[in-house]
């Protein structure tokens, strides 16, 4: 458990505040931010029992957290973290088929999930993702007016809003419990995602050199860019550092302010949580 909160966080009228939430594998991650000074006020986060509900993982919580059990924020937003996505241009989507889109990659259980799709104005596409149903029926009940989407979704609105008009391809890599997703962008548009499941430090780099062999990226000379739950001397960025030359840790979201409490953290870490600030 971490929890950092700056004092001017006042808990008891949050209304001129965004509540943010990140579930899955990696835990539960929950962050706040003052919309009137675009700033990060407080970020916490909990372990989660990967083969138990998080719906019910987070009901618990909710009694016993004062942040979780406030409904008057400005706005809430949850990513849900999970292999379960599919990306399309919007102005192929019909209403209504998000399952049947969701099915060409994801085997769905209608009695233990649901469907969700989230729209990227900017890039003109639409994420479909399926969700616990329980943790959906939770959210929306708590929630009204709350948005949930694909944790890929924040992550892509992040590196979308990092990166330069002209720039070339890069590759960008966010680590979480056994699961990287790799993203390629090139002139702030979008050319690759995908979340791969790995095992040992040797699947990672694996998948991480596949994909830039498919986009003819070199290891030596291209730039690759790294978020997530890893430490400088860890396994794997030290696998990575070994076959890639040109990598780096990436930075927290530019544009935004982050209270001094979460100075002690990594820049490179929570960047999907800091990400749902930039998210419509």
Known sequence: MQSLRDETLETASPAGCNLYLTAGANGLRLGVA??????????????????????????????????????????????????????LPAPLLRPGDE???????????????????????????????????ALTSWFRATYPTGKMLH???ALLEGIIHQSEVGAPRRLYLSLGHQEVTIVAVRDKRLEFCNVFAFATPEDLIYYTI???????????????????????????????????????????????????????????????????HLCE
């Not at 399952?99 to 969700?116: I, K, Q």
Request: glycine share 4%.
């Open 210 to 276: 596949l994909v830039m062999q498919e986009l003819q990226l070199n290891p030596d000379q291209d730039g690759v860019v790294v978020w997530g739950d890893l430490m400088h001397d860890s396994e794997l960025f030290t696998i990575l550092r070994k076959y890639i030359r040109n990598i780096r840790f990436g930075n927290r979201p530019f544009d935004l302010v982050y209270s001094y409490r979460l100075n002690d953290l990594f820049e490179y870490r929570y960047f999907e949580l800091y990400s749902l």
């Open 99 to 133: 399952a049947a889109y969701l099915r060409l990659h994801h085997a769905l259980d209608p009695e233990h999930e649901t469907v969700g799709r989230y729209g990227h104005s900017s890039l003109e596409m639409v994420s479909v993702f399926a969700a616990e149903k």
């Open 34 to 87: 003052d919309i009137r000074r675009n700033k990060f006020v407080a970020l916490e986060d909990y372990a989660l029992n990967p083969q138990a509900s998080w719906a019910e993982q987070l009901q618990a919580l909710a009694q016993e957290n004062d942040l979780l059990s406030q409904t008057s924020w400005n706005q809430v937003r949850l990513a849900v973290q999970n292999r379960s996505f599919t990306l």
């Open 151 to 153: 944790h890929t979704s």
